[in-house]
């Protein structure tokens, strides 16, 4: 019943900066936290970023001073500012989101679709 939508990625030179949003919509929910993990080719998934609904962030250690996550609770939408980009910044980006339906006890995990993000000059 919820969908989550990124969008922002594309093609981007080295040095330049993007920004990925990623939507939540559907049932009415409550985030609990929501991340951004990345997949480059040959490479397992990892965890980019993510917050909390409290606005608690946490960034994996080599993209910190590059990365900003943010939210905007009214919209259930999540943001990803990436800056000073690198070509080991390609991969895809994916939104996931753990929420918890409104009037409901547990939360449920959601992925979405995932952007593509090439740096390269």
């Known amino acids: 019943q919820v969908q989550l939508v990124e969008s922002g990625g594309g093609l981007v030179q080295p040095g330049g900066s993007l920004r990925l949003s990623c939507a939540a919509s559907?049932?009415?929910?409550?985030?609990?936290?929501m991340k951004w993990y990345r997949q480059a080719p040959g490479k397992q998934r990892e965890l980019v970023a993510a917050i909390t609904s409290g606005g608690s962030d946490y960034y994996a250690d080599s993209l910190k001073d590059r990365f900003t996550i943010s939210r905007d609770n009214a919209k259930n939408t999540v943001y990803l500012q990436m800056n000073s980009l690198k070509p080991e910044d390609t991969a895809v980006y994916y939104c996931h989101a753990v929420l918890t339906p409104v009037g409901l006890t547990f939360s449920y995990d959601y992925w979405g679709q995932g952007t593509q993000v090439t740096v390269s000059s």
């Open positions: 559907g049932s009415i929910f409550v985030i609990n936290a």
